[in-house]
Nanobody, 114 residues
């Protein structure tokens, strides 16, 4: 059974940094892409950053230059978030896309105070 578990969220002041981790367990075949998403109450979940199998990364305009997505040789991924802003406050989710299905984590809260 595949499980994704996020960690690293918390409360930070504006201008600060956090590093989110997503630990994947279980057998996952044919990973096409991995990504981080975020959601605030009353709004749709939005993609923050993605990494395609093979390396290319992509970012939402709102986080370019501040967030960095990476992955290791296993199935784990990370999101380094620098110069955080109050508008970055959200629940952050990791996602792994495969040929057959997508997997989501349960989310981790990030709160940025002004």
């Amino acid at each position: 059974q595949v499980q994704l578990v996020e960690s690293g969220g918390g409360l930070v002041q504006a201008g600060g940094s956090l590093r989110l981790s997503c630990a994947a367990s279980g057998t996952i075949f044919s990973i096409n892409a991995m990504g981080w998403y975020r959601q605030v109450p009353g709004k749709q979940r939005e993609k923050v950053a993605g990494i395609i199998s093979g390396g290319p990364t992509n970012y939402a305009d709102s986080v370019k230059g501040r967030f960095t997505i990476s992955r290791d040789n296993a199935k784990n991924m990370y999101l380094q978030m620098n110069n955080l802003k109050p508008e970055d406050t959200a629940v952050y989710y990791c996602k792994i896309e495969t040929r057959l299905k997508d997997y989501w984590g349960q989310g981790t809260q990030v709160t940025v105070s002004s």
